[in-house]
């Protein structure tokens, strides 16, 4: 991420090594990557999930299944 330099990072918490909450917390905690937005796409649904990612920095939290108007509505109001 600090090499790519994205605009906008979109996650899923179920990633196959490793908890995408402890990414969130990792690129929202180290100074390079801090600024990137983070848009969270998750079928974890459950208030305690909410409030991990609300706790992990993540600017925004969508629930799968989604509309993908929504996905773009969330990234173009990050960017603006």
């Known amino acids: 991420v600090e090499t790519m330099k994205p605009d906008l990072i979109l996650l899923d918490i179920m990633l196959p ?13 180290n100074e390079a990557t801090r600024h990137i937005p983070i848009i969270i796409l998750t079928a974890k649904k ?3 999930d909410l409030i991990i990612g609300e706790q992990s920095g993540a600017d ?3 629930t799968k299944p989604y ?14």
């Not at 090594?17 to 905690?29: A, M, P």
């Open 60 to 62: 925004m939290y969508i």
């Open 17 to 29: 090594e490793v908890d995408g909450f402890q990414v969130c917390r990792q690129l929202k905690s």
């Open 67 to 80: 509309k993908t108007s929504m996905v773009i509505e969330a990234i173009q109001r990050l960017l603006s």
């Open 46 to 48: 459950s208030k305690e």
